[in-house]
């Protein structure tokens, strides 16, 4: 079993290797330049410059690693020292029960430090790792995509036609309008500004802001370590035999698929407009930000919820399809003719949902649902007029919306009935391959005066834990 003291002692390792490249490129181009200054020469020969060149790249490369190790070793050295602190805290807790957990009354969860009260927020970090090397596999939360230190490495790869695009264009909307002014065509967005673009995605997909993590995918398939059974443990009489319990695991499996969005300005605004770099850069990542939230919530649902129709393939499966296919108890409501609140118990259904998770041992942070929803029960006032105070389990969670969940016809509720989502949403997988395309269409809309931008985008979406979100479809949500 790999264990932390490895995986630090791996990232040491390559962090001294990468620091010794360093020096030694660095050292090669000071004796070439040397060389060259004693010679009375101001540049390089033709097999000097190719040379130089060469250990640029490899100087580049292992700063990279380097850094990447760097930021690795920090985040093992904390969570190695999470857990240090949990095994103390037991110890404590061993000893002195009365006053291990004094003022921090609930329930420990991994990765909880001692004298943190209980997550009840689900903000804490959801630890993924990649099955291939053991390394963090999702960006973490407030951090960069590029920080990632897949995306890093990727970077440095290729760190010289990356510069050579962005000081052609120093922009994605420059590189939109050359495009558009060469009669079409696509290209690669480097890693700094297809970084950029994901950054904003997540911003404003509501999957993302409730806490699913994004995989930088550096394969087509990539594989993640998951819990699937957990240990368990039971009293037994003095001298009688100690029953084993070993945790069990599997592997979460995301596989690349295509996601295509579309955005169309005039000729003019493309040509013309000064913060065009900002706007493209929006207008790709709200359209991949919606395309998420709708395949990550509905992916592979084709009936129900309106006209929804998202098979799989070629979508993903989203959190519905995943609970129906694997979890259908998780899925609440779905009456033949919706589910209307009843006015002494108008938040029923909403908690029933909360604690179905919970039920399960699971931490539901956030919930999601449409405004029209939102906005019903903003209003919702008892018999007196009053609004109704909010029950402290719902208060407890972090409530988003997205309109990219429908409101609906179920049987005779016409157009106002809806689905409402709860989840621990750090156990919903968006992985994310590195490269992200865009193609520029002059032709289709030029009758109009208009271009068009289609970014595609590569990667996958999996509930890691189905049993970590419900469903309480076709409820009344206007």
């Known amino acids: ?116 009260p209980p997550r009840g927020d689900g903000d804490g970090p959801a630890r993924w790792v990649r099955s291939v090397d053991g390394k ?18 990727h970077a440095a790869a290729r760190h010289h036609a990356e510069q050579a695009v962005i000081g052609q264009h120093g922009g994605i909307g420059q590189q939109v309008r050359a495009l558009t002014t060469t009669g079409g065509g696509s290209a690669v967005v480097p890693t700094e500004w297809s970084g950029r673009i994901i950054d904003r995605a997540r911003n404003l997909a509501a999957v993302l802001r409730a806490g699913a993590q994004i995989v930088p995918m550096d394969a087509k398939t990539v594989q993640i370590g998951r819990l699937t059974g957990d240990p368990t443990a039971a009293f037994r009489t003095e001298g009688s035999p100690i029953t084993a319990s070993d945790p069990t695991f599997d592997n979460v499996t995301l596989d690349s698929k295509t996601l295509s969005a579309l955005c169309v300005g005039s000729m003019e605004w493309f040509q013309d407009a000064v913060n065009a770099d900002e706007l493209v850069e929006e207008a790709i990542a709200q359209a991949i930000a919606l395309q998420l939230d709708l395949v990550g919530l509905y992916g592979s649902i084709t009936t129900g919820a309106g006209t929804l129709n998202l098979p799989t393939p070629p979508n993903p499966r989203g959190v519905l399809g995943a609970l129906l296919a694997t979890a259908p108890s998780n899925v609440l409501g779905a009456q ?123 990667g996958d979406i999996q509930p890691a834990r189905p049993r970590a979100f419900a469903v309480y479809r076709a409820i009344k949500g206007a």
């Open 1 to 116: 079993m790999t264990t932390f003291d490895d995986l630090i002692k791996r990232a040491e390792t390559a962090e001294r290797d990468a620091g010794r490249t360093v020096a030694e490129t660095e050292a090669e181009i000071r004796a070439i330049r040397a060389k060259a200054q004693e010679q009375g020469r101001d540049r390089f020969t033709a097999a000097e410059d190719a040379y130089v060149t060469k250990l640029t790249q490899q100087h580049e490369r292992a700063k990279a690693t380097q850094a990447g190790a760097r930021a690795e070793l920090a985040q093992l050295r904390d969570a190695q020292g999470q857990e240090l602190r949990v095994d103390e805290l037991m110890q404590r807790s061993a000893a002195d029960p009365e006053t291990a957990g004094a003022g921090t009354a609930g329930t420990w969860r991994v990765g909880q430090r001692p004298g943190e």
């Open 136 to 153: 963090p596999a999702a960006v973490g939360r407030g951090a960069r995509f590029a920080d990632h230190h897949v995306v890093r490495a």
């Open 336 to 458: 033949a003719n919706g589910t209307t609140q009843a006015a002494a118990t108008f938040w029923s259904e909403i908690l029933d949902l909360i604690y179905t998770p919970r039920d399960s041992n699971e931490n539901p942070n956030a919930l999601i649902w449409n405004s029209k929803a939102a906005r019903l029960y903003a209003k919702a006032t008892d018999t007196t007029g009053q609004p109704l105070g909010v029950p402290a389990d719902v208060q407890a969670l972090t409530r988003y919306v997205s309109n990219q969940v429908p409101s609906y016809t179920q049987g005779t509720m016409a157009n106002v009935a809806t689905d409402v989502f709860v989840g621990d949403w750090r156990q919903l997988l968006i992985g994310q391959r590195l490269d992200l395309r865009i193609e520029v269409l002059t032709e289709r809309y030029a009758e109009n005066g208009q271009v068009g931008i289609v970014a595609h985008w590569r």
